[in-house]
């Protein structure tokens, strides 16, 4: 079982969701639980660091989150197919980051 004794950075995001939608393909929902758990643990830390709200990475932060929290409600329905959709929308969320030219981790 995948679990971080220590905060993800921005790249382990990535590759966290990646692992996530895998899981979820296979519907291996621990695995899915505990990445699901990582991710929003980092998005919540990042959104409560006193960043300004407006700011890029602060709305994609959120907008992450909103994709995350549907993959929770999903894999709580036992929806691994729209589980698995909303895990690839909350990737393209994430990687908003390189096209807005943010810089930050």
């Known amino acids: 079982m995948h679990v971080n004794s ?3 950075n921005s790249t382990e995001i990535i590759a966290s969701i990646r692992d996530l939608i895998v899981s979820l393909h296979r519907s291996d929902g621990p695995q899915a639980e505990a990445l699901v758990r990582d991710i929003a643990l980092y998005l919540k830390g990042m959104m409560l660091s006193g960043e300004d709200p407006s700011s890029v990475d602060m709305q994609r932060a959120q907008q992450t989150m909103f994709a995350i929290d ?3 409600m999903l894999l709580a329905q036992g929806d691994f ?10 990737g393209k969320e994430w990687r908003l980051k390189s096209t807005a030219g943010s810089v930050t981790d």
Do not use: N, S, Y
Not at 81 to 90: F, H, K, L, V
């Open 81 to 90: 197919e729209g589980a698995t959709t909303a895990a690839r929308d909350a």
């Open 70 to 72: 549907e993959v929770r």
């Open 6 to 8: 220590k905060p993800l």
